[in-house]
């Protein structure tokens, strides 16, 4: 009887890689590696390679220096790859008993595919794409119903004008044309972009129009706090094709204690009224559950509620803002911070769900694939306040380098000498030989910035990366098992 080798790889989506967060992701569309591998190369495991056993007969692989995400792989297969200890062709392999000889070959060459199994030198490199799509945050409203602890903007009631929201959109899509990209990504934020939703509706028309003129695909997301959201406008939202991100940090009195009214009301409830009310609208709403001190025991409570809606989420570690009053004691202490986030994953793995969940489960890491920027700043993002004015990120709005009536305001950000410096990974110190560089891409660069003073050394949350990695790949890994195989 033949034993087949079966290798499962989930295949991410563009949704899985951007999400739906605050934060501008890279702009990469996500592509596990299409290779020819050559047959009469030598071949082996490489060094580095994380296994874990999922059951008696399946095993989680991941190369953290390769170029695909995690990979789920049966016995015959586990068994085909312990056969390349050494260097050897892949037609050279040790024949598991009741394998078919066309299937062992088959398997193996997969799995280089997979890196898996590598060839070459052993340092492993990163392969750059140019990013196809640029993200741009436009700052609708200042105005805001609430005053949560963590926020940065300096609230005010004033809106941005139609005649400023054109000349936005007109120059993000200069900038597209400029830079070559094949795709913009307009966030209408704010302040809450629901208390200006007129020139929401106005503007991604406009955008649309832009769109068919250029040749360019247009995504949209409305970024909102979910509690003036009507009828009409989830409608506009379905209809459109426009994604909703809502921010819920977790049930009742932990969201409150972070998310109130002006008044100091709590906004749990309202919360989860527009919540619901999207979905009965047919508008699935992303959650951005940002992490402090205050909320990382309570993790598991804000992961059930996105659960039990199958809805999708990610879990963001508070960021430091000089605006902030009392930073530090928001961010919570590492190992407090670990212990949360394994006690929402010990949830996650009582009820795993079918939507893949790894690229979103800690922070600005990401496992669609290897990355050398934790996100797009300076490089495939602008962020167009309420007055026209242009900053390399939204947590640097109140700095703008350039505005709308330049000809490529993202051009001027990435010349400006006084932007964000976004370097890549590998120019990181702490992180130029760490073997999940390409995972983390060494975590926000503001961030470390605001707490260290530099831009070029690792995150203050490396530690915490590093805890939980192998936690979210082995849950991905179970995940996979239950639904991945299931399909095949």
């Known amino acids: 009887m033949s034993i087949k080798p079966a290798i499962y790889a989930c295949v991410p989506t563009l949704y899985d890689a951007g999400g739906d967060c605050a934060c501008p992701d890279g702009g990469l569309s996500p592509a596990l590696p299409i290779i020819a591998p050559n047959i009469a190369a030598l071949w082996r495991i490489p060094p580095d390679l994380v296994r874990t056993r999922l059951d008696e007969e399946h095993t989680l692989l991941f190369n953290p220096t390769g170029q695909s995400g995690p990979v789920v792989v049966n016995r015959s297969a586990a068994a085909l790859l312990d056969g390349f200890c050494s260097a050897r062709r892949l037609d050279d392999?040790?024949?598991?008993?009741?394998?078919?000889?066309a299937d062992g070959l088959s398997a193996t060459q997969r799995l280089a595919e997979l890196s898996l199994l590598v060839s070459g030198p052993i340092a492993p490199t990163l392969e750059r794409r140019a990013p196809q799509t640029l993200t741009a945050w436009l700052h609708t409203t200042n105005a805001c119903n609430l005053a949560c602890s963590y926020c940065y903007i300096d609230k005010s009631a004033e809106p941005m004008s139609e005649e400023t929201g054109r000349q936005a959109v007109d120059a993000v899509f200069r900038s597209a044309l400029a830079g070559g990209f094949r795709a913009v990504k307009l966030k209408y934020a704010g302040g809450e972009a629901t208390l200006n939703f007129k020139l929401v509706m106005l503007l991604h028309r406009y955008a649309k129009g832009l769109a068919q003129q250029y040749n360019l695909d247009l995504h949209g997301v409305v970024l909102s706090n979910g509690i003036a959201l009507t009828r009409p406008m989830l409608d506009f939202l379905r209809d459109e094709g426009i994604r909703l991100s809502i921010s819920l940090d977790g049930v009742g009195e932990t969201h409150d204690r972070q998310r109130a009214f002006v008044n100091g009301k709590g906004s749990f409830t309202h919360v989860q009224r527009g919540i619901d009310r999207a979905l009965a609208q047919g508008v699935t709403p992303f959650l951005s559950i940002t992490v402090t001190a205050e909320s990382a025991d309570h993790l598991p409570e804000a992961v059930a509620f996105a659960l039990d809606r199958d809805l999708p989420f990610n879990l963001n570690f508070y960021r430091d803002h000089s605006?902030?009053?009392?930073?530090?004691?928001?961010?919570?202490?590492?190992?407090?911070?670990?212990?949360?986030?394994?006690?929402?994953?010990?949830?996650?793995?009582e009820r795993l769900p079918q939507r893949r969940v790894i690229d979103s489960l800690v922070d600005r890491s990401a496992f669609h694939e290897p990355h050398e920027y934790a996100c797009g700043a300076g490089h495939n993002y602008l962020v167009i306040d309420q007055t026209g004015g242009v900053s390399a990120c939204q947590m640097e709005i109140e700095r703008p380098l350039s505005d709308v009536f330049a000809d490529d305001p993202l051009g001027e950000i990435r010349l400006h000498s006084g932007a964000l410096k976004n370097v890549p990974v590998t120019e990181k110190e702490g992180c130029r030989e760490c073997d999940w560089r390409f995972w983390c891409a060494g975590g926000c660069s503001l961030l470390t910035q605001r707490v260290t003073g530099r831009t070029d050394i690792r995150s203050p949350y490396c530690d915490v990366y590093k805890a939980l990695y192998p936690d979210v790949l082995r849950l991905e890994g179970l995940r996979m098992l239950k639904w991945e195989t299931a399909l095949h």
């Open 93 to 101: 392999f040790a024949l598991p008993s009741g394998v078919d000889p």
């Open 323 to 349: 605006a902030i009053a009392g930073p530090v004691a928001l961010r919570a202490d590492n190992e407090r911070l670990v212990a949360g986030m394994q006690a929402a994953f010990a949830l996650i793995e």
